[in-house]
């Protein structure tokens, strides 16, 4: 039983990380966004970001049993303890890398929420019902950003194509199996993750094809992967700044 | 968030007597002006003038608060200052939809802002530096800026006064969580209370100047309050503020930095030291600690996002082309 909980937990950190790192890099644009409807729009997203890591860490704590607390796992630990994508640390350069990132995790995540709504873990899939709605308002937001930029000017196309080929080395580890993946599926956990990457490749070529997006621009090399605590040089900067306050002042309530 | 007194505003009008007489017993019978209603030249361009200024408060306020953001201590205060800096850009966009109602495009007013033509509160030009300022920004700025926005609740001009009034609702929010940020605070370590009473040092006086000159120096005061524009002078609403803000300042154990502060029997509120007024007019023309980042990251977020607008725009026109042409096979 230990073991379940193990990989559980493990499970919960990972989706944690990828929602608390990606909602970090939305928050950067707070105040500095092309238009103030996204300025709005990009906050809101990080808002749910920070709001399904909230959740996640919560439970993570809860299945650990060690009294950790939602904010003890955001901001108490090391870099390589961290286990998301290094899809959510890629910087947010210009407008066309956000919303390309944001577009190849929120397809992932709504797919990815879909799936885990009917998991056997009950708590797991209530908080995959809420997340699922939330993911889907991400989906359309980026996707119609995606489209007005792929069909856009040819400056806004040829941003696209760039952040299309920044991300897409990306796009892998997203799909990656290991152990603690194939014991949640046999346990009924988590539902046939198998299914996703196929789904994705669908929805993604559906709104590059109206967005006048190449898809060959998705096959290239994958790099990183079977994640467990592999990231940019960007991490230590983003952790720099998340736990600033935890660590100059330790032991504090705010 | 909210500007001070009305800055270099030209009230000036030049409609005949019997047309302002009129309009003036509109106003005197506490009718509310809407957007086609006739109105002097001077009411329309003091309101375009104060709902711009009062708007680009909204948008520049969110820098500081955003320098935050990702340093905040918690998850929790993480996410109630997204959604708090959210609010401020959608009372931004309410008030510039409400200056659009005279007649003047949201593009307009804000080149204006951006050339440096437009003035937006001040106080924004003051840095936050530590977590502490978080919360003295809700609790002191917001609270002023609440001070200053109920009685344009009933502003004789409609779309503004009803925008007020949702905007007043969230203040009253951030203004509270402001306040509990810095409850956590002075309950919290010395060094927590000490950071907390260096925000006081640093907001007390910036937020007394909100309010705006002394009613004795406000040239245009007069005429907006004819007009019910504006409905309280300056100085009582800076007399009503700190009066409302004393003892929540001495709940938290916290010491106002004001050797002269005096609670004044014969008038029921606070006496208060002198304001520096050098301070304030230095500031308002653009030597204040954050004038030139702070305008600067408007015109960076402007001109790094001109490609994103036009792309849009060429989209929306692309597509309507295509509407068009579909609907005439």
Known sequence: MAKANDDLFEYLIRLGDDHLILGHRLSQWCGHAPTLEEDLALSNIALDMIGQARSLYTYAGEVEGKGRSEDDLAFLRKEHEYHNLMLVERANNDFAHTIIRQ?????????????????????LSQIAAKARKEASYHVRHSAQWTIRLGDGTQESAARIADAVKTMAPNIQEMFDDDAVLQRLVQTGVIGDVAVLKAAWHISIAEIF???????????????????????????????????????????CQW | ?????????????????????????????????????????????????????????????????????????TLKRKAALIAKIQDEGGHGLYLYSAVETLGVSREQVTQELLSGKAKYSSIFNYPAITWAD????????????????????????????????????????????????????????DEQKAMAQDALNRWWWPSLMMFGPHDSESTHGSQSEKWKIKRISNDDLRRKFVTATVPQAEFLGLEVPDPELKWNEKTESYDIGPIDWDEFWSVVKGNGVMNK?????????????????????????????????????
């Not at chain 1, 190849?104 to 995540?109: K, L, N, P, Q």
């Not at chain 1, 605590?229 to 736990?243: F, K, N, V, W």
């Not at chain 2, 917001?142 to 004789?156: E, F, V, W, Y």
């Not at chain 2, 925008?163 to 007043?168: K, P």
């Open chain 1, 103 to 123: 577009l190849f995790f929120s397809v992932y995540a709504e797919l990815l929420w879909e799936i885990l709504s009917t998991s056997g873990d009950e708590k």
């Open chain 1, 209 to 251: 094809s109206t967005a006048k997006i190449d898809t060959d621009l998705l096959e290239t090399v994958a790099i990183g992967g079977a994640r467990p605590g592999r990231h940019t040089e960007s991490m230590g900067h983003i952790l720099a700044e998340l736990q600033y306050m935890q660590r100059t002042y330790p032991g």
């Open chain 2, 1 to 73: 968030m909210y500007s001070q007194g009305l800055i270099g505003a030209d009230d000036s009008t030049h409609e005949d007597e019997e047309f302002l007489a009129r309009f003036q017993a509109r106003i005197d019978a506490e009718e509310k002006i809407e957007p086609n209603d006739a109105m002097p030249q001077g009411y329309r361009k003091t309101l375009v003038r104060q709902i711009a200024q009062h708007a680009h408060s909204e948008i520049v306020g969110m820098l500081p608060e955003g320098n935050w953001v990702t340093r905040a201590p």
């Open chain 2, 134 to 189: 978080i919360g003295a920004i809700g609790w002191l700025v917001d609270g002023a800026a609440i001070m200053n926005q109920i009685p344009l609740c009933r502003c004789s001009y409609g779309p503004y006064a009803r925008a007020m009034v949702r905007v007043c609702k969230e203040e009253s929010f951030h203004q509270r969580q402001g306040y509990e940020i810095l409850m956590m605070l002075c309950a919290g370590s």
């Open chain 2, 293 to 329: 980042e702070r305008l600067e990251a408007r015109n960076k977020a402007w001109d790094e996002g001109a490609w994103v607008r036009e792309a849009a725009n060429a989209f929306a026109l692309k597509s309507q082309e295509r509407e068009q042409l579909e609907a005439a096979q």
